[in-house]
């Protein structure tokens, strides 16, 4: 994936919108059977990315964030 895409933005924002965080363990399941196959590990990395790093993102800055783990992951 070369970037997260409105449509993954919405289905990991509803996740937390019910559970109130970022943390995969407890938001991924919420939306994780609406994902493509070839999305679901890297959106999992994503968020697992995103609760280590204290990140969080929003609709103005979704891509940003995704490009941040990204290069994070990309090199190192």
């Not at 609760?51 to 993102?57: A, M, Q």
């Not at 940003?64 to 990204?70: D, G, R």
Request: with cysteine; proline share 1%; aromatic share 18%.
């Amino acid at each position: 994936m070369k970037k997260l895409g409105e449509r993954n933005y919405q289905l990991i924002s509803s996740g937390v919108s019910a559970t109130g965080t970022f943390n995969p363990d407890e938001c991924f399941f919420y939306f994780e059977e609406s994902l493509y196959c070839g999305e679901v590990d890297e959106i999992d990395a994503f968020l697992k990315w995103m609760h280590k790093n204290g990140k969080v993102f929003g609709s103005g800055n979704y891509e940003e964030v995704f490009a941040e783990f990204k290069d994070a992951t990309h090199n190192g």
